[in-house]
């Protein structure tokens, strides 16, 4: 079945550190990707997104590129802020129907001044 | 994007009573919801996909008689935590998929911090 890999953390990170979270995953066909956040006592927000083959997500600094060759979409940003601090979950669905995303374990990152 | 709505933000029970937890999708119809469970600092697990006008699916492990879901409308489904124990404490996020026209993406309610004491 389908699976996403993402890298465990905790990742602690001084302000304006580049940032990068690797997310590689297993799935049938031309899956659609996604990055959620999660901050402390909410629920899950979508940071982007990419539905094809070497299409760019984007919003906020943060970027993740779809790459079909490589099975992933690391997500990444320049120069980290302490209001990034947050757990960080990859995910993807195959269809655009009723099925759960298939999410990764969450990579929990945090940012000190 | 998609608005889901999640209530209460966080309920304290007492042993052995029943909670009723609402997922709503505020402008979009849902004919399939999801429940997830998440325990601290760990990743989300998926108790069931709630689906409009007919039962639940239950993932394996999770009791269905204790977590009832009841999906009675396109914008609607809850979660009730029968005869709640301290163990049922944990953190409950709802999650709805609006369909191709909106895109593949799902969206989530901001979820329930359930307290049993």
């Known amino acids: 079945g389908d699976s996403v890999t993402q890298m465990e953390g905790p990742v602690t990170l001084s302000e304006e550190a580049f940032l990068t979270i690797n997310c590689t995953y297993t799935a049938t066909g031309y899956p659609s990707l996604f990055w959620y956040v999660q901050y402390p006592g909410e629920g899950l927000q979508l940071l982007l997104k990419?539905?094809?083959?070497?299409d760019k997500g984007s919003n906020k600094g943060f970027e993740a590129t779809y790459r079909k060759e490589t099975t992933s979409f690391h997500l990444e940003k320049g120069s980290v802020q302490v209001s990034d601090s947050a757990v960080y979950f990859c995910a993807l669905t195959g269809d655009s129907g009723n099925t759960p995303l298939v999410f990764g374990k969450g990579t929990r990152l945090s940012v000190i001044a | 994007g998609a608005v889901v709505s999640q209530h209460p933000s966080r309920v304290i029970c007492k042993s052995g009573t029943s909670v009723k937890i609402e997922c709503r999708s505020l402008d979009f119809q849902a004919t399939t919801m999801f429940w997830y469970r998440q325990f601290p600092k760990q990743s989300l697990m998926l108790m069931a996909t709630s689906n409009e006008g007919s039962k639940a699916t239950y993932e394996q492990g999770v009791e269905k008689d204790k977590f009832l879901i009841n999906h009675a409308s396109l914008t609607l489904s809850t979660l009730t935590v029968t005869s709640a124990h301290p163990e049922d404490s944990s953190f409950y996020i709802c999650?709805?998929?609006?369909?191709?026209?909106?895109?593949?993406?799902?969206?989530f309610g901001q979820g329930t911090r359930l307290t049993v004491v």
């Open positions: 999650s709805a998929r609006s369909g191709p026209d909106r895109g593949p993406e799902a969206f």
């Open positions: 990419a539905t094809k083959a070497d």
